[in-house]
């Protein structure tokens, strides 16, 4: 008797297996982040078509989620102690099919980006050579500390530049285009944080592994932290940006609150439920940034669907990254 037979792409079969644990590698939560920078970008730029938005939000989740499974398979190495189910995940799918899904990935955002214009495809090649490189030899920005945290602040930078460009401009003046990027390097420090011991063990330096201790490294973290704060204050004293957006220190009881869950966290397991709760933090900077900019109820039902998607992939525990390590539990029991 024959087998059930399944669609193929090249040689490597599709399964829903497959699906299922690309689609968990891929950080779904982490979309969010490009997709909003890319609609913020081209509201500030005056756009307000929603075919164009769906467009943009499209190709920005689709190279997020190629960024993300390079980066599992080229941290294969850290993650045997970090986030061995990842390691796992890997297995399971092997890098024929890893390789094949990149290349649907990519193709499919340069396909989907033609629709938005030539600036649009000039700022998504960038952004394609900063998520493969941002992983991969021989650049592997991720390696040194300041170019890992300047690649990873392109999650917001970007896309926010490529919103612009489907009005027609590229602004790199544009001071919401400085804020963003800036905010997200920042933010590039609290994720190294839950990784700072598997990192040590495997020798990889990162804005955490230079310090010798992890307490200096939160700490570093928690003042690099609340630097954009001065930067916001600063531009809009200087008249760069509206004074609507002051609005944004809203955020700094939740930013104190933060702030503390992070001094208070004892070992990897507190620091990736510091870093859980950072993410919110980060996508409410960016989700009350738009509202201020463009205060319509459009942006609000958008940024009320990214926080239900956020939280769905929260309470579902599809995200690649896992919060409760158990076993790093495991390990502390045995003798």
């Given at each position: 008797?024959q087998?059930p037979?399944?669609?193929v792409l090249?040689s490597?079969?599709?399964?829903?297996?497959?699906?299922?644990?690309l689609f968990?590698?891929?950080?779904p939560?982490t979309?969010i982040f490009?997709s909003?920078s890319?609609?913020l970008?081209?509201a500030?730029?005056g756009?307000g078509l929603?075919s164009?938005?769906?467009?943009?939000?499209?190709v920005a989740?689709?190279?997020?989620a190629a960024t993300n499974?390079v980066?599992?398979?080229?941290?294969r190495?850290?993650?045997?102690?970090?986030q061995p189910?990842?390691?796992?995940?890997l297995g399971q799918?092997?890098s024929?099919?890893?390789?094949a899904s990149?290349?649907?990935?990519?193709s499919?955002?340069?396909?989907?980006?033609?629709?938005?214009g030539?600036?649009?495809?000039?700022v998504l090649?960038?952004g394609?050579?900063?998520s493969?490189?941002y992983?991969?030899p021989p650049?592997?920005?991720k390696a040194k500390?300041f170019?890992?945290l300047?690649?990873f602040?392109?999650?917001?930078g970007?896309?926010?530049l490529g919103?612009?460009?489907?009005g027609?401009s590229l602004d790199?003046?544009?001071?919401m285009?400085?804020?963003?990027?800036w905010f997200?390097?920042t933010?590039?420090?609290?994720?190294n944080?839950?990784?700072?011991?598997g990192?040590?063990?495997a020798?990889?330096r990162?804005?955490?592994?230079?310090?010798?201790?992890?307490?200096?490294a939160?700490?570093?973290s928690?003042t690099l932290?609340?630097?954009p704060?001065?930067l916001l204050?600063?531009f809009?004293?200087?008249g760069l940006?509206e004074?609507?957006?002051?609005?944004d220190?809203?955020?700094i009881?939740?930013?104190?609150?933060?702030?503390l869950e992070?001094?208070k966290?004892?070992?990897?397991?507190g620091l990736?439920?510091?870093?859980?709760l950072?993410?919110?933090?980060?996508?409410?900077?960016l989700?009350f940034?738009l509202?201020l900019?463009?205060?319509?109820?459009q942006?609000l039902?958008?940024?009320?669907?990214?926080?239900?998607?956020?939280l769905?992939?929260?309470?579902v525990?599809v995200?690649?990254?896992?919060?409760?390590?158990?076993?790093?539990?495991?390990?502390?029991?045995?003798?």
């Amino acid at each position: 008797m024959q087998g059930p037979s399944f669609p193929v792409l090249g040689s490597v079969p599709i399964i829903p297996h497959t699906f299922s644990i690309l689609f968990r590698l891929s950080g779904p939560r982490t979309w969010i982040f490009p997709s909003f920078s890319f609609i913020l970008g081209y509201a500030v730029g005056g756009g307000g078509l929603a075919s164009q938005i769906g467009i943009g939000i499209a190709v920005a989740s689709l190279v997020t989620a190629a960024t993300n499974i390079v980066n599992a398979y080229a941290d294969r190495k850290e993650d045997a102690t970090n986030q061995p189910q990842r390691l796992f995940w890997l297995g399971q799918i092997g890098s024929r099919q890893i390789t094949a899904s990149l290349v649907v990935l990519y193709s499919s955002a340069v396909v989907l980006a033609i629709y938005l214009g030539p600036l649009f495809i000039l700022v998504l090649g960038l952004g394609i050579l900063n998520s493969i490189f941002y992983s991969l030899p021989p650049l592997r920005f991720k390696a040194k500390p300041f170019a890992s945290l300047a690649s990873f602040s392109g999650a917001l930078g970007l896309p926010f530049l490529g919103g612009l460009g489907v009005g027609g401009s590229l602004d790199l003046l544009n001071p919401m285009l400085w804020l963003l990027t800036w905010f997200m390097f920042t933010y590039g420090t609290v994720k190294n944080l839950p990784d700072y011991f598997g990192d040590m063990k495997a020798g990889i330096r990162t804005s955490a592994t230079i310090f010798k201790n992890v307490k200096n490294a939160v700490l570093f973290s928690c003042t690099l932290l609340s630097t954009p704060f001065v930067l916001l204050v600063s531009f809009v004293s200087l008249g760069l940006l509206e004074p609507i957006y002051i609005a944004d220190l809203a955020l700094i009881p939740l930013f104190a609150f933060i702030i503390l869950e992070m001094l208070k966290a004892k070992d990897a397991a507190g620091l990736e439920k510091a870093h859980t709760l950072g993410f919110f933090y980060a996508i409410s900077f960016l989700l009350f940034t738009l509202i201020l900019t463009s205060p319509t109820v459009q942006s609000l039902v958008m940024v009320l669907g990214a926080f239900l998607w956020t939280l769905t992939v929260a309470k579902v525990s599809v995200h690649s990254r896992v919060e409760f390590r158990d076993w790093e539990k495991q390990r502390r029991k045995r003798p």
